[in-house]
RNA sequence: GGGCGGUUAGCUCAGUUGGUUAGAGCGCCUGCCUUACAAGCAGGAUGUCGGGGGUUCGAGUCCCUCACUGCCCA
């Protein structure tokens, strides 16, 4: 059966069958590898979890085209090649949209609702909606192990994160305490520093004036935030600040805490360092439970520290005129009202930083609260090697440390994970160095809750696997469960060994033998942090307890959850702005593939993709791969063609793949077979060699480079030389077929053959970039040659084309070049003599003999490609108006035609400009002495011998100029 | 304020440890509907490599400095 390729490519009539193809044939799927194949022959990688409400975007749509091109390129390579697949359940963002939903169906909230039944909820959404993005991906051919898919709310995961937990507040690593925390008082959570965002903004700087108990005098503080002063429990200057010296010590009052016939009240003046004296009017209040600065300076001083806000920021002081106002309000009433008191001294505008809330968008309130974290500079109870710790004060065996040593860098450079762009680890290591605990509770209701139970009769808290009885400290069996959750990034930094079944008992899993440490992880450089220094930081920590499957104890670089890193550019729009929803210029990766198709996405973000430089989507370039698929898949048409007309001639079509064919040619090989083999090696190396280093662009270019400039453009035109079958030749001829010599016929059949073998190679070469196209057109080729099967179930399961599978022949390849050059010569040459393009006309050459035969033995090229009627080799170099001369040869079209001397005459001068510079350059190089006696050889010699060749083209071009006729 | 990048053709970007006359795609100009492909073919134009200084026989590449610009952290 043969398949008929319509005529235009069309990516929508053949992806969507090949993405279902792959899933439902399981083909990807990996059977965890024992014994002898167990032994590292493995390339895995992780995927970076998609939050479960999330939609596709242009930055997934990169992440997964880089990963989907090294997983299918190093399973071609015979590799276990595993990648692994997951969503993250997002406490925040899928607490959010349900709770949305909820409003917007029943108008009930989550409160009404409840706990339970909450959670009951935003499960039924995941089994509802949260395919969505994996869906997406199986529409991309994200050649991933959907068998292996996790969640991150699996219950397997459930019991690693509650061990993990557990491990970690035995060790002394977790604990819980009133800190300022980062407050989103829209979801009514604590967040950590990295969810938080600065944003500039318009604002005032007030002057307030506190006046002394004893009404001796008084000090003006500047704040940009006044509603605060209701908590207010001192005023803070420099000890150096010569202005407030004799103030300290004393007390103020705070205005308007006078309320209801009570007295104001009073709060002291302090030195503190942190009070700047350059700034504002250099006194600052202090309110320790709602700014971090303030909180420290309480903690020096023993101060108060009374919250004055509740959940939602709204003040929370029941004896206030303020009480139930939103923060915001109660601003401009506080500011009202000391102004109509007469304490406000003045208003400044002020350009202030905000804290803003990434996933919500709220202003942050810091806010005094019991949190629940994980010492990362702190040494485990338990440690079995000293303490000795470093400058930092930081144990050798904490988190922080472990992680620190895990990464490669310049100072660093036996840390057995490599970070590419290298200058990343930089960036990893600063952050690092000025890391300190994570909060990690949430005050959510949609996560992995925390495994602690709070003794209502001694506050003790028991962590424990399962609720206790009762209290372990006093016996009493009033326990509530801790209602906070754990920060979604604490069950995503254990993905690299739940995956693969960790569970905590330190057993070492078949899938962890196999696939532990990952081999990569490809992210970008927006969650460095959020995920992929946790990921280091748990992994080197919790996996010292699962023994490696010989039996011995893990050493760092066994415990690290993987051992490269390739940090990816950002996509923005066109015009390299930074796509987001508030501009409007975002693009929907679905829609450009609706449009191209995946296949020439996907190489467009493969071939834009060069590390270090963010990459602009270019919908133009888009557009231009998508040719670049139509070339190929005509290519194929083409080759159909002939394959057809091959059979009606009684040819045999074999494709013989990967066999001896390509690495050994018949005595016969035209040419242009010995050079396109050979540039299919050189092609495979060049291609291995980019990928090796994640130069997905270099790799991209390597292969369009080939596939059309050369594959197509050369060798496509050149076989048509090639194929002269019998019927062709003479179609009402009774005696055509004896009229073709035997010797020739057996070169129609070899270029067939070739054609089919080169063209398959290339298929496969490709098929990582454009797995669609290739996939299609390979089985097509299969289809059209003869019966049998194709030797695999897709092309991503053959052998990847390398640089050993071809013939290299050097010689071919440099005769090849040079009749290229020969060609491409009288093609410029007829166009500026204006030859019609179809009219044939003969050449005069002048070259160093093994040249001039190269040129009389590939006449039917020149003509073929060239236009070249007949070819003559002269003894002199052909000058005047119709020759040019290269370093290979001199060459004239023989042609009467005048041609446009003025024209001629501007591109000769600039030839001879052009020369005269290059020449100058050399002889001022070749004229020094210091240069001849430090310069190495070969560039000396090629410098000479450039030199010299350039003289003589200049001398030519001169005669040529000469010889014009006068203007 | 601290840190890390970037500045190369009209646009988007390559350019390995310094080495011979700096490349690609898109766009632009000219001519071709050549039976695989007009989503194509052939030919062509375009750069004081951000400015200045230095090291070197030799600098787009290394160093200093200035300018502009982006990101991260305060």
Sequence with gaps: ????????????????????YWVEQRLFDVATPTGEAAA???????????????????????????????????????ETSLWVPGTDHAGIATQMMVERLLAAEGKTTRRELGREAFITRVKQWKEEYGGAITEQMRRLGASVDWSREYYTMDENLNVAVREAFIRLYEQGLIYRGAYIVNW?????????????????????????????????????????????MLGDTAVAVNPTDERYTAFVGKSLTLPLSATGGKPGREIPVLADDWANPEFGTGAVKVTPAHDPNDFAIGKRHGLPAPLIMDAEARIDLPDSPYHGLDRFEARQRIVADLDAAGYLVKVEDHTLTLP??????????????????????????????????????????????????????????????????????????????????????????????????????????????EAPPACTACGSTTLE??????????????????????????????????????????????????????????????????PLPNGSRRTLADTVPFRNVYIHALVRDANREKMSKTKGNVIDPIGIVEKYGTDAVRFTLASQASPGTDIAFSEARTEGNRAF???????????????????????????????????????????????????????????????????????????????????????????????????????????????????LNDVTE??????????????????????????????????????????????????????????????????????????????ALRKDLAVPEKEPAPIQIAAVPAIAALALANADMLARMARVASVEVVPQTPTGANARATGSFDVAVVYERQIDVAAERERLEKDIAKFTKGLLAAEKQLGSESFLAKAPAHIVDGLKKQSEETRSLREKAEAALASLPVA
């Design 40 to 78: 590292r022959n493995t390339f895995t990688q992780l995927l970076p979890p998609p939050n479960v409400t999330g939609r596709l975007h242009m930055g997934h749509m990169l992440n997964q085209t880089e990963m989907d091109i090294l997983t299918r390129w190093h399973r071609m390579m015979g």
């Design 629 to 743: 698929a139509n070339k190929i898949w005509n290519a194929a048409r083409f080759l159909h063609m002939q394959i057809e007309r091959g059979r009606e001639a009684g040819y045999t079509v074999t494709l013989r793949l990967h066999d001896s064919f390509a690495l050994e040619l018949p005595e016969h090989t035209p040419l242009e077979t010995r050079w396109i083999f050979a540039r299919l090696g050189a092609v495979s190396a060049e291609v291995a060699r980019a990928l090796e280093a994640y130069r997905f662009d270099e790799a991209a270019s390597a292969i369009y480079q080939f596939f059309w400039g050369e594959f197509c453009d050369w060798y496509l035109e050149l076989v048509k030389l090639r194929l002269v079958f019998p019927a062709a030749v003479e179609p009402d001829a009774a005696d055509a077929v004896t009229a073709i010599p035997a010797e």
């Design 356 to 465: 803003i809330s990434q996933r919500t968008g709220a202003v942050i309130e810091p806010r005094l609260s019991l949190q629940w974290f994980l010492a990362v500079n702190k040494e485990p109870a338990g440690a079995t090697t000293t303490p000795a710790a470093d400058s930092s004060g930081r144990g050798p065996n904490s988190v922080a440390a472990r992680a620190v040593a895990a990464v490669r860098s310049p100072t660093n450079p036996d840390g057995p994970i490599k970070f590419t762009p290298e200058m990343y680890s930089k960036t990893f290591h600063l952050w690092m160095d000025n890391i300190y605990d994570w909060c990690i509770s949430r005050q959510l209701w949609w996560g992995h809750r925390i495994p602690a139970w709070h003794c209502g009769a001694c506050a003790h808290i028991n962590v424990a696997r």
């Design 481 to 546: 469960q801790e209602t906070d959750v754990l920060d979604t990034w604490f069950s995503s930094a254990l993905l690299p060994f739940t995956a693969f079944g960790w569970d905590g008992s330190g057993t070492l899993t078949a899938d962890l033998a196999a696939f532990y440490p990952t081999e990569l992880l490809v992210t970008g450089f927006d969650i460095l942090f959020f995920w992929v220094a946790r990921m280091i930081m748990l992994g080197t920590h919790l996996m010292t307890d699962v």
């Design 184 to 228: 989103d008082p829209q979801i009514q959570t604590a967040v950590s520093d990295l969810e938080v965002e600065s944003e500039e903004r318009a604002g005032h700087l007030f002057h307030v004036r506190y006046d002394l108990a004893d009404g001796t005098g008084s000090i003006t503080i500047a704040t940009t935030r006044p509603e605060t």
């Design 1 to 20: 059966m043969t398949t008929e390729l319509p005529k235009a490519y069309d990516p929508a009539l053949i992806e969507e069958k090949w993405a279902r």
């Design 750 to 827: 070899l270029t067939l053959g070739a054609l089919v073998t080169v063209f398959e190679a290339a298929l496969r070469l490709l098929s990582p970039f454009m797995p669609f196209l290739t996939e299609e057109l390979w089985h097509a080729l299969y289809s059209q040659v003869d019966a049998a099967e194709p030797p695999a179930k897709s092309i991503a399961l053959t052998r990847y084309p390398q640089a050993a599978d071809f013939a290299g022949d050097a010689a071919s390849a440099a005769a090849m070049t040079t009749l290229q050059e020969l060609i491409v010569t009288v093609r």
